[in-house]
Nanobody, 126 residues
């Protein structure tokens, strides 16, 4: 079981990036995929999650309206499309997987996830 996060990079404020989280060794159908981020000197922060079977997505207030989470079943991949990036979005971004079936609040806590990807760096800088 493995999650591979990729797509990070350096982008100017107002720019866009798309992060990918590819799963291998298991099918995503009965999971929730979450994205978290951790900036230097700060605690890990939940960003968004998507329930694969019905595409229900939830976003943190800090990214609502700017980020979009989506799945590609054929590729067993979840994407995090990030628009209008701000300096405050600079962080290492991690994807994680948790079994579906819990209430929505369950998935904002990283400790409730079973599998984690290795992280990808996003730097917003002029």
């Amino acid at each position: 079981v493995q999650l591979q996060a990729s797509g990070g990079g350096l982008v100017q404020p107002g720019g866009s990036l798309r992060l990918s989280c590819q799963a291998s060794g298991f099918a995503l159908d009965y999971y929730v995929i979450g994205w978290f981020r951790q900036a230097p000197g700060k605690q890990r922060e939940w960003v968004s999650w998507i329930r694969i079977r019905d595409k229900r997505a939830v976003y943190a207030n800090a990214v609502k309206g700017r980020f979009t989470i989506a799945r590609d079943n054929a590729e067993n991949t979840v994407y995090l499309q990030m628009f209008s990036l701000e300096y405050e979005d600079t962080a290492v971004y991690y994807c994680a997987a948790a079994k579906s079936g819990y209430n929505t609040g369950y998935y904002v806590y990283g400790d409730n996830y079973d599998y984690w990807g290795q992280g990808t760096q996003v730097t917003v800088s002029s």
